[in-house]
């Protein structure tokens, strides 16, 4: 009967011992790395496109003033702070937070819009910044010129826009302003910031 006893302690005194074999797995920082980055007052106007009837001409001089007429304040992009994370990246604006889910491709970070990838921005590693687009937009259209009925958009938006985004989005072409009244403009600004 002792032998009985003995077997039944033993296993359990073995199956509790200590395994100094094991090797202790350490998280790794930079999966739960966050990077804070704020506004560092610099700013780059890369382009200014302004299209308007009637013939559809790009008017590249009329382009400046037209912009810093309808938007007096685009050399502040009203976002206070930035938050990068591993997969997500937070903007807190003045008056609003937005988070998108992000991927990189090389130093860009591309976000989903509408199903598809623009590309939001890209991080300078050399002068340890992130750099921010926006784009600024409007348009007015006479969609039908028996009626004068008038399509009038203006917005901000993140990411760049080109050509192809913007024709044939509200019409095939700028060709196709014909009253005096017509325009299509954009403009894509970068923004830096630092940690």
């Known amino acids: ?11 359990i005194i073995f199956s ?32 200014l496109k302004y299209y308007k009837g009637t013939d559809g001409n790009e008017y ?9 007429k309808q938007w007096s304040f685009y050399n502040d992009p009203s976002i206070k702070i930035i938050h990068l994370k591993k997969d997500s990246i937070i903007i807190n604006e003045n008056l609003s937070i937005q988070k998108y889910k992000y991927t990189k491709d090389g130093n ?15 991080v300078d590693q050399t002068n340890k910044s992130l750099n921010i687009y926006k784009n600024f937009q409007s ?22 826009i080109t050509y192809n985004d ?21 403009c894509n600004i970068e923004y830096t910031f630092t940690k």
Not at 32 to 41: L, P, R, T, V, W
Not at 60 to 68: L, V
Not at 139 to 160: A, D, H, P, R, V
């Open 1 to 11: 009967m002792k032998h009985l006893l003995l077997i039944p302690s033993l296993f």
């Open 16 to 47: 509790c011992t200590n395994d100094d074999d094991s090797i202790p797995v350490k998280p790794n920082p930079e999966s739960n790395k966050e990077e804070i980055y704020k506004f560092s007052n610099n700013y780059n106007i890369l382009d």
């Open 60 to 68: 590249t001089k009329e382009a400046d003033t037209f912009f810093k």
């Open 108 to 122: 860009n970070i591309l976000i989903e819009k509408d199903r598809k990838k623009i590309i939001l921005g890209y």
């Open 139 to 160: 348009s007015l259209i006479i969609s039908n010129k028996e009626t004068n009925e008038i399509l009038y958009s203006k917005g901000i938006n993140y990411g760049k």
């Open 166 to 186: 913007m024709f044939p989005l509200f019409i095939s072409s700028p060709k196709v302003l014909t009253s005096k009244d017509e325009f299509v403009f954009w």
